[in-house]
């Protein structure tokens, strides 16, 4: 049999230069889908009226050109990093997006800190406990959280911590009384300790756990599940049999055979509930009273913003390539067999 | 000198529809040295034997009676003795050596992991010396230790699964149906190596096992079983000269070599563990079944010298 | 009446290895296992032929190539059945019927749409009026494009009918997505033209154009797929010939001719616990296999579908294999079932379209010993009641001996030694052939012997040994069995397993520094002296078995690498020996 080291510098090489056909896709779809929509920006702007004010905006826009000539001045212009001007803001959008991106960075990083770590918490108890009151415990809390609407949760969150208990704000990033710390990351957790503020940094904190948590729970939940059929399956191995037939220690089969070999399809599934984490963002922000791009898209939504949607959505895209990419090289440098 | 006996071994499993009895109160001896070849045909709980004797069943199982190895009751025997155990004066190695390695470790890992497992302090190069040592003894090249499973071939897997057996020499080896998934000219290398290491180590083989040829071309000694019971044990010659319980002498008929002229095959269906026939469990195929097999199951008696078989038509 | 069922030219059946797109760019196209490479053999009508072999030597793979299973790369598959029936049936794609019928109705909205907004806003012709297309005609395009272009991937995926017209029609209905303009009226005129001459659901313009007539008793497999038993190209118009291509099946996909075909051979499979369907009685599932080939009346309707007609059939079928009372077990659930009546039901199933052939690939391998003649003896009862031929795949020569009456052993995709049974077990001429049957144990305590087994595993089908495919491992190969560079390396691999020949894996090793290529083996000699190495080299090959020493033509030093290099192999040939064919230099 001729032997051939699989290689994880050549695997890494190939997905990179995979990556630029998938980003073309992806802003072709993210334009084609937009174009597709009923609604008309300029029709949402000025209401049901026409006339020559409507029509010189549409031209302005290029609405009227063939689609192929707006297609072609749309990756031009996405490859420039102009994203044009917010039809409400009136700001760049590259600009717009550019001040609110660490506020969405700094809440789903705090989420999916949250969803990891409760999901996983909760699908090790369920599959390693199984059929024991606390696999069914954590099964149904998992069910629960799963199905929860991300918004009611929020909202509920609200009502119990920060109206009843007092214990944080219902919304914002700061208390009013602390000063925004001096820009260097945009997350102003990071920022208050780079600038020594400790006490801003203990509010920033206090601000992000009720949003973290609506949104990293209800993550958690799809994760526990995830979590524990993989488990449950990497359990019943014959590897994990044969491991504890040579004598090893059962926390050694359990982290070192049965955990890691579970860990490939739920990292897998990681990137793609980024993307759940991403929509649930939009939510949760708009509950929160958070400035990020979820909230950017909402307002963009509701008012057929189409530069400000477009841009958003183009950021949205490219996060998911990122993080597509990074989640394929850490499978392919755990599991060996993926490196072709 | 007796490796191991087992005495009065109960295995059964609690499942949904009520336990499922997979060895009732059996009694084996293994001899240092000596390969014991145990037979049976699917679900008649040779595996499960297997696996008991090493304690490596599922939480669902329930054991009883009396295993005694190296000193110890490994029936009654506490998680950390057992633990030490395993892999090191006991090693089993299984059938399908294609899923059990690893895939994410390195052949070297496995290694490690393992002298690392019975011997905390052992430093690497000490370790790497033991390893080559095996693998020079199952003839797999040292040099590709950096390897993982799947660039391997079946063959080469269970050779590496038995070199991992081998490490710390092992008095027994339980090897479960070790050559079902492969080959037959591998399977015959893959015995082979197995009777040298035993000769080689003085070990005492288990080989579970539905082939009566490799029993009969592998085993000194060997045992019979059907529905969790052990119908007949006896030194392998003379059970193939002379096999005296019914269910023997069937399977030895329905075997087809390369002199078979005619097909034989036992009548029926092998039985639900769930619901087995009352008494001796073979009764409503055996041929020359009697009014009294549905009563109870038949005492083990000692009709020839070596010999025992559990059938009413060789009362005590 | 044919007395040769089938008739096997050739055949080469390769599947494609997936590799990552940029690799195929870079390294050099696509490779291929090499499942079966060029094998001929025939089968005659009422025989039992056995293949034979170990796994991955490619028996199953020509086994399933006789249903169409499998893309055939070279040669060809002649099966020749005994005319049942000289009575014509059409038949009607249905799928592509209900694909048309779909196409119809979102290009009726599309027209509805274009005309009512382009009539409001006058933009009913294509030039100069670009500006005065409002907003919503816009979108509304859009939509239709789009759909319309899923639409024809749909129809795509409907091969191998349709390839043409849907690409086509995709490739349309992006353009009118794409140019959002009033062209798209125009664009829609052609399509309509299009589709008024392919699809017109007339059942009798479609019957003639679409269906096929099928007296078929003559099938030809080759790469192309099914040649024979359809309308021959000259029959066909330009305009067919120019859209949808000859009239020729592709083996994989779906098409009514293979299921002709699959009708008259059928296939038991290892495995019971996997080919019953869990989820369905014994009943349904023999339901399912009858009334998927049931005859077709002209009207396009099942011939016997009435419920109680395939009720009695399966009870029928159900006795036949022994599985009796017959109504208990058809209202059983598969997984109620022991492994031997699971494998009955799966030979019922099999029988269910009254097949001609049978090719059974390992039928008992799975099965316990004490209830393995059973099956083997029903297998042999069905073949006289029914009529059957049988292919009967095994890697167990024991039970090929009591059951074949000629057999083929194969070897890494080739056969190696093939003619009637009784000959062959008398007196085995291929190296292969004799360490296989020595391989098998024997149930006789009293006569244990050493067996002498030949080295190694089966070798990678990916990249075959060149020459003999045995010959690195046959125990009496010639130095021009095909030696090559690979072989060097194994054979120093192998030896530096003893730590006494430790020094010389200093000297020339570690093995990652050599290289193969076909008929050398080559080292740099920038390291160490390379006399020094040459010296090791030879020395090695003194030692080496003496074919692969004496097949070596020389070692030298080239620029500053050492190379070992091979005689090329002697042409093989299968030979006729003793009343059988051998494909092996020693006769």
């Not at chain 2, 230790?145 to 027994?172: C, K, W, Y």
């Not at chain 3, 003999?468 to 054979?491: I, K, N, Q, S």
Request: hydrophobic share 45%; proline share 7%; charged share 20%.
């Amino acid at each position: 049999m001729p032997r051939t080291q699989a290689s994880l510098r050549a695997y890494v090489v190939q997905r990179l230069l995979l990556t630029g056909p998938m980003v073309l896709i992806l802003l072709t779809l993210v334009f084609y889908f937009l174009r597709a929509a009923p609604g008309d920006p300029v029709g949402a702007i000025l209401g049901e009226h026409s006339g020559p004010l409507a029509d010189s905006i549409r031209r302005q826009l290029g609405l009227y050109d063939p689609l192929y000539v707006q297609y072609v001045d749309y990756l031009r212009r996405i490859f420039t990093g102009d994203m044009g001007n917010s039809i409400i803001t009136q700001h760049s959008v590259a600009a717009d997006i550019a001040q609110r991106l660490p506020a969405t960075i700094e809440l789903t990083v705090a989420s999916m800190f949250v969803a990891v770590l409760a999901g996983m918490l909760l699908g090790v108890v369920s599959a390693t406990r199984r059929d024991r009151p606390a696999d069914v415990i954590s099964r149904l809390v998992a069910a629960v959280l799963y199905n929860t609407p991300i918004f009611w949760f929020g909202i509920i969150m609200q009502l119990v911590f920060a109206v009843q208990f007092r214990w944080f704000d219902s919304g914002g990033r700061l208390s009013a009384q602390f000063a925004i710390p001096p820009r260097v990351t945009g997350l102003y957790t990071i920022d208050s300790l780079v600038a020594g503020q400790f006490r801003t940094f203990i509010d920033a904190v206090a601000h992000l756990i009720l949003p973290a948590l609506t949104l990293g729970l209800v993550l958690a939940g799809f994760f526990a599940r995830l979590v524990r059929a993989n488990m449950l399956q990497s359990l019943q191995a014959d590897y994990v049999e044969a491991a504890r037939a040579r004598g090893i220690r059962p926390l050694d089969v359990f982290y070192r055979h049965a955990l890691k070999n579970a860990m490939v399809p739920v990292s897998t599934a990681m990137g793609l509930t980024f993307a759940i984490l991403m929509s649930g963002a939009i939510l949760t922000e708009s509950v929160f009273s958070w400035e990020g791009i979820g909230r950017y898209i909402f307002t963009a939504i509701s008012n057929r913003d189409y530069p400000a949607l477009q841009g958003a959505v183009v950021y949205y895209a490219l996060i998911m390539v990122f993080l597509s990419v990074l989640i394929d090289i850490f499978n392919a440098w755990i599991d060996p067999r993926i490196r072709y | 000198m007796t490796l191991l006996d087992i005495e009065g071994l109960n295995v059964s499993y609690a499942s949904r529809a009520g336990p499922i009895r997979a060895v009732i109160s059996a009694d084996l001896k293994i001899e240092a040295g000596q390969t014991l070849g145990l037979v049976g045909e699917s679900g008649c709980g040779k595996s499960t034997l297997g696996k008991a004797i090493l304690r490596i069943l599922p939480d669902t199982a329930t054991v009883t009676g009396s295993i005694r190895f190296a000193g110890l009751d490994l029936v009654t025997a506490e998680e950390p003795a057992l633990r030490k155990i395993r892999g090191r004066n006991a090693s089993l190695i299984f059938q399908d050596p294609m899923t059990r390695l690893d895939p994410l470790m390195t052949v070297r890992h496995h290694f490690l992991e393992l002298i690392r497992a019975h011997e905390p302090d052992a430093d690497e190069d000490d370790a790497m010396k033991r390893t080559r040592r095996v693998l020079t003894a199952v003839r797999i090249p040292p040099d590709r230790l950096d390897q993982f499973p799947h660039e391997f071939s079946g063959g080469m897997r269970q050779r590496i699964m038995i070199a991992l057996a081998l490490v710390f020499n092992p008095t027994l080896l339980v090897a479960d149906e070790p050559t079902t998934s492969l080959d037959v000219i591998v399977e015959a290398q893959i015995l082979q190596l197995l009777d040298s290491i035993k000769n080689e180590f003085e070990m005492g083989v288990l080989l579970i096992t539905h082939n009566l040829g490799l029993i009969a071309e592998y085993a000194e000694e060997m045992a019979v079983m059907y529905a969790g019971h052990i119908a007949e044990r006896g030194p392998v010659r003379d059970v193939f000269k002379e096999p005296l319980h019914p269910y023997t002498k069937g399977l030895l008929d329905s075997v087809i070599d390369l002199e078979t002229r005619e097909l034989h095959s036992i009548p029926g269906q092998p039985p639900d563990l769930l619901q087995p026939p009352s008494g001796c469990p073979f009764h409503p195929r055996c041929p020359s079944a009697m009014p009294v097999c549905t009563g109870a199951f038949p005492p083990t008696t000692r009709p020839r010298r070596d010999r025992t078989v559990a059938c009413y038509l060789y009362p005590g | 009446m044919p007395d040769v069922l089938v008739r096997v030219r050739d055949l080469k059946v390769y599947y494609p290895l997936f590799r990552g797109f940029v690799q195929r760019l870079l390294g050099g196209g696509a490779r291929f296992v090499r499942a079966v490479d060029g094998i001929s053999f025939e089968v005659q009508r009422g025989e039992v032929f056995g293949l034979v072999g170990e796994s991955g030597c490619g028996k199953s793979t020509a086994g399933r190539s006789l249903m169409g299973l499998t893309p055939i790369e070279e040669g060809e598959i002649v099966l020749e059945f005994p005319s049942a029936s000289a009575k014509p049936q059409f038949i009607r794609p249905r799928e592509l019927k209900m694909a048309c019928v779909a196409w119809w109705a979102v290009s009726a909205a599309y027209l509805a749409t274009a005309i009512y907004y382009g009539v409001s806003g006058s933009a009913l012709f294509p030039f100069g009026l670009v500006a005065t297309v409002p907003g919503p005609y816009v979108d509304a395009l859009g939509i239709v494009g789009s759909v319309q272009v899923l639409l024809g991937l749909a129809l795509w995926l409907l091969r191998p009918w349709s390839r043409r017209p849907a690409r086509l029609v995709a490739g349309i209905g992006a353009a009118i997505a794409f140019a959002s303009l009033p062209w798209g009226l125009l664009l829609f005129g052609v399509e309509v033209g299009i589709l008024v001459y392919l699809g017109t659901p007339d059942p009798s313009g479609l019957v003639r154009r679409q269906g096929l007539l099928l007296p078929a008793t003559k099938f030809t497999l080759t790469k192309d797929g099914i040649l024979e038993g359809i309308p021959r190209a000259e029959q066909q118009t330009w305009f067919e010939r120019w859209f949808i291509g000859p009239r020729t099946v592709r083996t994989a996909g779906f098409s009514w001719v293979l299921k002709q075909l699959r009708g008259k051979v059928q296939i038991v499979y290892q495995d019971p616990h996997a080919a019953l369907n869990p989820a369905l009685t014994v009943g349904e599932l023999l339901r399912h296999a009858l009334q998927a080939h049931a005859p077709i009346a002209p009207g396009g309707t099942r011939a016997s579908s009435r419920l109680e007609e395939v009720n009695a059939k399966a009870l029928k079928l159900l006795d036949d294999v022994g599985l009796r009372p017959p109504d208990q077990f058809f209202a059983k659930q598969s997984t109620d079932m022991s492994g031997g009546q699971k494998q009955r039901v799966v030979i019922a199933r099999a029988l269910a379209p009254k097949p001609l052939l049978l090719v059974a690939d390992e039928p008992v391998a799975m099965l316990d010993m004490s209830i393995r003649a059973k099956v083997l003896e029903l297998l042999l009862d069905l073949k006289e009641k029914y009529g059957l031929t049988y292919v009967f795949i095994t890697h167990d020569l024991a039970t090929a001996k009591l059951v074949c009456d000629r057999i083929a052993i194969m070897y890494l995709g080739r056969l190696v030694e093939a003619g009637e049974a009784r000959r062959i077990y008398a007196d085995p001429k291929h190296p292969y052939t004799r360490a296989l049957l020595q391989a098998i144990p024997i149930p006789d305590p009293s006569r244990r012997t050493k067996k002498e087994l030949p080295k190694g595993e089966v070798p990678d089908a990916v990249f075959p040994p060149a020459g003999c495919r045995f010959h690195p491992r046959c125990p009496v190969a010639l130095p021009t069995c095909g030696w090559e560079g690979r072989d060097f390396l194994d054979y120093l691999e192998e030896r530096w397993i003893d730590p006494s020949n430790s020094d010389e894996e200093a000297a020339l090793g570690p093995i990652e520094d050599w290289k193969s290529e076909d008929l050398g083996a080559s080292r740099s000699v920038r390291k160490g002296d390379p006399e020094v190495i040459v010296a090791r080299v030879q020395a090695a090959l003194k030692e080496a078995p003496k074919p692969l020493a004496e097949a070596v033509d020389r070692v030298a030093l080239e620029l500053d690498r050492v190379v070992v290099s091979f005689r090329p192999p002697a042409r093989l040939e299968p030979k006729e020996v003793e009343g059988r064919i051998v494909e092996c230099l020693l006769y």
